[in-house]
């Protein structure tokens, strides 16, 4: 090949490569913020779960959360990674989470950001995302002080840390609640110098029925006891907490040896036991599944009863709980197990039947009548 076509072979190649990539995004949705929206639904408490964490289009971050508001939910709770925020101590990088709290914003909906997942800067040497120890607790509590002041006035809800009655959820360490105590003071105290009037949720713990000892986690009204003899009761406004239902109806009664939906009610009890009468829960993880096989899942059509139900009672029977966040809305990409059947709608935004129903139920229309 002589060099001159050689040369034009080259030329044509880069038109070629040019013209692809301009019709790539000629045909990727344009993101435009629109008018600010606003939530239309006969019950201001419903909520959900999204999960952007690792959403990077943000066409589909618009999406969701119009989805979302379309389907007739106020809340959403959002996880913002600190290892993805402060990669280095000091150094933060808002750009995914502007992105994610700015079209939350515009959709009309209340962002309640669940805050964690350490950096490697915050951590000893091959321990995992999920493990801080005290010496870390400053840094974090300096992170949420930062996010807090950075997100005034588009974010006034943030939850510390997920389940930390878990071994899983607290770095594969013994649950400590003495510990998640002090990292919820420090946070509280971080929080409430950049914005008095954010309102700080503690708690988010795991329904589990665990015993002391085990390998596992720690049963969740042993666990919030014990933060309470810690003195949690001054470090947190809101009590957030994950209200699963199993195989279990919305109505089945709650009892200290199963979990239900309605175990909601003894943390509510131990809450009062307390002296905390006066504060309020946020149901910030929750719901059913309908996998065909899983031992902790329900039919189809049983979920949507159920989810409706659970809607239905956080309304009219919980005064004190001020929103149901369901798991999950939708993710990125199909998890491959149990976890889809949780979904509301599907990676690539087809809305299930569940989805449907309850934009009915929010919309005040007759939603058993679908298929």
């Known amino acids: 090949m002589s060099k001159e076509r050689g040369l ?48 990077v289009e943000p066409w589909k971050i618009q999406k969701s959360f119009q989805m979302v508001r379309e389907m007739g939910a106020s809340w959403v709770v959002e996880y913002f990674l600190w290892a993805a925020h402060e990669p280095a101590r000091g150094v933060y990088d808002w750009s995914h989470a502007d992105l994610v709290v700015d079209h939350a914003v515009n959709q009309g909906l209340t962002i309640i950001a669940r805050l964690g997942y350490v950096p490697e800067w915050a951590r000893p040497a091959k321990t995992p995302p999920l493990y801080l120890d005290e010496r870390g607790y400053a ?25 930390p009655n878990l071994s899983q959820e607290w770095g594969y360490r013994a649950p400590d609640p003495a510990g998640y105590t002090e990292l919820l003071r420090q946070a509280y105290l971080a929080a409430k110098q950049a914005n008095p009037a954010v309102q700080v949720l503690g708690g988010a713990l795991a329904p589990t029925l665990a015993p002391r000892g085990s390998e596992w986690g720690l049963d969740d009204l042993v666990y919030l006891q014990d933060m309470y003899d810690a003195g949690a009761a ?53 719901g059913w599944n309908d996998h065909p096989r899983w031992t902790k899942a329900v039919r189809p059509l049983q979920r949507t009863r159920y989810t409706v139900r659970a809607y239905e009672k956080v309304l009219a029977e919980w005064p004190w709980a001020d929103a149901l966040c369901l798991w999950a809305f939708r993710y990125p990409r199909p998890a491959g197990t149990y976890q889809d059947y949780y979904t509301f709608v599907d990676s690539e935004f087809q809305p299930k039947p569940i989805y449907l129903a309850v934009q009915r139920y929010a919309a005040g229309e007759p939603w058993e009548e679908l298929p």
């Open 139 to 163: 840094d974090f509590a300096r992170f949420v002080a930062a996010f807090v002041a950075h997100f005034r006035g588009r974010v006034d809800y943030i939850i510390i840390w997920n389940e």
């Open 8 to 55: 034009r072979l080259a030329q044509l190649c880069a038109v070629l490569c040019a013209m692809l990539v301009v019709a790539s995004a000629a045909t990727r949705p344009r993101v435009i913020f629109g008018p600010q929206q606003h939530v239309v639904s006969i019950n201001p408490k419903m909520g959900m779960h999204t999960r952007l964490t690792d959403e």
């Open 234 to 286: 001054d470090y947190f406004d809101i009590l957030a907490v994950h209200a699963y239902g199993w195989t279990f109806d919305p109505d089945e009664p709650a009892s200290a040896d199963a979990v239900n939906f309605n175990r909601t009610l003894l943390v509510r009890e131990l809450m009062i036991r307390n002296g905390d009468a006066d504060k309020h829960i946020i149901i910030t993880e929750g």
